[in-house]
């Protein structure tokens, strides 16, 4: 029995899950003796409708080593710093004609002040104006530049460094080839384009010793039966060969060939909580001149919601809903009078000639990641509905889970594995869960949908939980009981808080000089709502728009670090 290296990481599928797992491993895994090959089907295209990341992707694409210009002029990308929600609360019918009865942002910027005392001042503050101030007007600066579609940052600020804290929207497609040609060309990364045929096992137990210098209770022995050995392709010459790796990524989307087809390790279906499970998706070609939204637009409808993206060279606009509550037909009719609604200068005829995709999915997450020496990363893993853009995040975080816990021999297999299901299972309830406080919270009652979502059956007895806590104590980091979650407490506080609020309108700039430590308000909190409206008024006078900034980027690109 002999300890065995893992040297060869196979990872199946391309596209910006592939992709991108093959760039973060290949520049956070330093053995020299790990290989990385990718193995990509000609046949299968990324579908590209637009998507959203969260600020991690900065950090992310600094470390894989690209250029935030190349990276913004290649991708079509443009600025996200919130997320901005309408119509989620309205209590009736009133938003039948895509009216803004109600709507909120979900900014990236964390809270600055001490939230447990920040609520209690901003309610005092909300008592003692002639006026309603939003909850993230009062806690911050951003929602101004959502406002106005301006820039987190200047020309002059250094790649990947920011004013307002920021992610991106990008072309799925133009991501994925730029991350194709990026690891090929400077991480090393082989690159495979064939079909995977045949998924071949370890017939014989290999036993994998754990060596008495490595932790070990009875010093336990792995057998390696039942591993994927290697893979079966058809290459462009029509000739069937194998491909051997000691661990293997599923990045086949929702063919999830290894983990699912292969291991048929089933679908944790989430459908009784989330009931999406159908979209439309179409591209709107933008104006070179068109202002381009600083957040992604998440607007409810009878039986789901629309996302509205904005990229340089065009908008990505798509309806996710329940087929149990509504038909393709409706859902085409619903979303062709959002984009009549939202695109004033497209014509009947226009519209008509766009290409609407329609898209199925089943809500859902793998009752294991990793199996075996198998891994799944992206739609091979799960998918839920893209209300607060996790799919990416996920990836993310799944490629960093494996890079950091990268098992080089075989004997800790079991141990890695162990974790990151644990972990990865944590963050997909999370997940879950948050976007569940969406429906919850909302008073909408216009629709058999809406009702079903306030059905306790339909809500996780976590958030339930949660509920009953916050009816007595606001949202905080307490809540959240594991290490690096995708949904910080602030994101909880956005959330709860704009749901709650009644106004439609932007908060005016209040007069501090109208609060006084007389009415409840401590001179620090009436310090920090100064600065904060402030620094409003100064960055909505400096700040270039979204389109402004990215045509300089494209001219010059940023300053160097």
């Not at 992310?60 to 443009?78: M, Y």
Request: charged content about 15%.
């Amino acid at each position: 029995m002999t300890s065995t290296a893992i040297k060869n990481i196979v990872i199946v599928g391309g596209g910006t899950a592939g992709w991108l797992t093959a760039a973060i491993l290949a520049s956070k895994i330093t053995h020299d003796a790990v290989t990385i090959t990718l193995i990509e089907s000609p046949d299968i295209a990324t579908i590209g409708v637009g998507e959203g990341t969260w600020p991690s992707m900065r950090q992310t694409l600094q470390d894989i080593g690209i250029s935030e210009a190349e990276f913004l002029t290649e991708c079509d990308a443009s600025f996200k710093q919130a997320s901005k929600f309408i119509n989620w609360n309205v209590s009736d019918t009133s938003c039948s004609d895509n009216s803004v009865t109600h709507s909120y942002y979900h900014p990236f910027s964390l809270i600055s002040f001490p939230f447990t005392d920040a609520f209690k001042q901003y309610q005092t503050v909300k008592n003692n104006l002639p006026f309603e101030i939003k909850f993230a007007d009062a806690m911050g600066y951003q929602t101004q530049l959502c406002q106005q579609n301006l820039a987190p940052k200047q020309i002059s600020t250094p790649e990947y460094q920011f004013v307002c804290n920021y992610g991106y929207h990008l072309d799925a497609a133009k991501f994925a080839n730029l991350l194709k040609q990026h690891c090929v060309n400077r991480l090393k990364v082989s690159h495979i384009a064939a079909n995977v045929i045949g998924i071949n096992n370890v017939n014989q137990c290999v036993d994998v010793q754990i060596s008495d210098t490595e932790y070990s209770e009875n010093n336990s022995v792995t057998c390696r039966h039942g591993h994927i050995e290697s893979v079966t392709i058809k290459d462009s010459s029509n000739k069937d060969r194998k491909i051997q790796g000691d661990l293997f990524i599923d990045c086949s989307g929702q063919h999830s060939l290894l983990l699912g087809q292969h291991y048929k390790i089933p679908l944790a279906c989430q459908k009784s909580i989330l009931f999406n499970d159908s979209a439309i998706a179409v591209q709107i070609p933008n104006d070179t001149t068109a202002s381009i939204n600083s957040s992604t637009l998440s607007t409810a409808v009878s039986a789901g919601w629309i996302w509205d993206i904005g990229l340089q060279t065009r908008r990505g606009v798509g309806h996710v809903y329940s087929s149990s509550h509504q038909t393709k037909d409706e859902a085409l009719t619903e979303i062709k009078r959002y984009i009549a609604t939202s695109t004033p200068n497209l014509s009947e005829q226009q519209l008509e000639n766009l290409s609407f995709k329609h898209l199925a999915f089943s809500p859902g997450f793998r009752r294991q990641f990793w199996h075996k020496n198998c891994v799944a990363v992206g739609m091979s893993a799960g998918f839920i509905e893209p209300l607060e853009a996790s799919a990416i995040a996920l990836v993310e975080q799944s490629a960093i889970e494996i890079a950091q816990q990268f098992p080089t021999d075989m004997a800790i297999l079991p141990i890695v594995t162990e974790r990151f299901n644990e972990r990865m299972k944590l963050h997909w309830q999370q997940i879950i869960e948050f976007l569940k406080l969406h429906y919850v919270l909302s008073k909408r009652r216009d629709s058999q949908y809406w009702c079903d979502h306030q059905t306790l059956s339909s809500v996780p007895d976590s958030l339930k939980t949660l509920l009953n806590l916050w009816q007595h104590q606001l949202p905080s980091a307490a809540d959240i009981t594991h290490v690096n979650p995708l949904f910080p407490s602030a994101s909880y506080q956005y959330v709860y808080m704009g749901m709650k609020e009644t106004t439609t309108a932007n908060t005016p700039d209040p007069k501090v000089n109208l609060l006084s430590p007389n009415s409840g308000i401590t001179p620090r909190y009436i310090a920090f709502l100064e600065d904060v409206m402030s620094k409003r008024q100064t960055l909505s006078q400096r700040m270039k728009s979204n389109r402004e900034l990215l045509d300089l980027v494209r001219q010059q690109g940023f300053s160097a670090i």
